[in-house]
């Protein structure tokens, strides 16, 4: 188990609280993770009493752990560990009981911000004023810190008046995915693919995020970022980063953090200049998905947007290791389906001795669904038939290879935090690196006065996307 630790959840009754970080905890606790001493509690403006909030947990684990691992008796001890309390950054109702509550133990005390980002900044002010800030306090924020440059850095100035770096771990989940964290260990546990991994020898490198779900009811919150804001500038930039940076000298957050800062800083900035040649926005309308017939962005939204629901952005990383090899990077709502992956294409061999010339090498790493690495190889059609080339995948699957439950990113995260590992966070300077790189685009694509391309619900983007590739003779890699 990890340290004694009280979790604080703000935004305690939303939906983040009820899909993803009570059911992480609640698997940490059956694995045995959970010290007896362990407290959760929920805060929201709500008025509700301790009861009520164990009854809304009780139906957030219902619906949200696999039936296979919900052990009644667990989920009634890890209920009790439960408590609640009903506040509001902006009134002092609320917050001396919380204080109280907090004093009673010698604990380590995570509050986690899993609220719009507009309270980020009262309630750590709140925190800080109430006194609740010491010396075995954490902060964590989600997603998104900021809309541009100048917003997170407001953001984050205000939450480092109250809380030192050390102490804020800035979510971003992709970072506790599983396979995310395996690229690491690919790369940097394997003495294979290091001398293959520069430009002289990858030819190309995409990076595909797709969604078959729609903006399922967060239109609202959506329509004010888009596909760039809500995925390419956390998320795709994460992935890039941990495909891209150097090896760093240890797995201590700071080595790790310094290295994918290096990357963000050296990605060749994209503007006016060239942002039509080489990013594509787009926006889906209605369509199909497996489900059947559904309904464009604007009909849900219900007025006219131009923002977008697809991004594709053909990147580039200007250093030693990388000038010239494009980063393809995808990501949309409502494509054909939930997909993402990593993939790496080596250089053609310089001759061939066949003659059909080899398809290229290619690693893919999936994230999700059937998470696992592909390396695509080529070799000799078996049979007496002469030497007729196949490209085929050696293929390691992880639900092959490992028989245990995949855990959440939030399992891994949540208690990173209580242990005070922040390896698998944005620092402040990340963060506001990748704003520096997006912030460009975005102008762009607002000065061009373009809408986004359409795009019909249930295919792979607007064929300028397809175009971005083909263009220079590549395309978009479709699992084979
Ligand atoms: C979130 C985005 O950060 O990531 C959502 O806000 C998106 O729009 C989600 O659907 C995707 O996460 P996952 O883990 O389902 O790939």
Redesign the pocket.
Known sequence: PVEPFTLVVFGGTGDLSRRKILPALFHRDAAGQLPVEARIIGVSRRVLDREAFRGFAREALTDHVAAAHLDMSLLEKFLERIDYIAADATEDEGWSRLGTLLEQRDDIKVFYLATTPELFAPISKRLGSQGLVGRNTRIVLE?PIGKNFQSALAVNSEIGKVFPEDSIYRID??LG?ETVQNLMALRFANALFEPLWTAARIDHVQIS?A?E?G??G?AGY?DT?GAMR??VQ??ILQLLCLVAMEPPTSIAADSVRDEKLKVLKALKPINTSNASVLTVRGQYRAGASAGGAVAGYLDELGHPSTTETFVAIKAEIGNWRWNGVPFYLRTG?RLPS?V?EIMVQFRAVPHSVFDSPPEPNRLVIR??PDEGVKLWLMIKDPGPGGMRLQHVPLDMSFAQAFSVRNPD?YERLILDVVRGNQTLFMRRDEVEAAWTWIDPIIEAWQSSNEAPKPYVAGTWGPSAAVALTERDGRSWYEGA
Do not use: I, W
């Open positions: 997603k989940h992709y995915k995020v969604e779900l903006v399922e967060r959506y970022a809500d995925m956390n998320h709502k939930r993402s994230l999700q990113a």
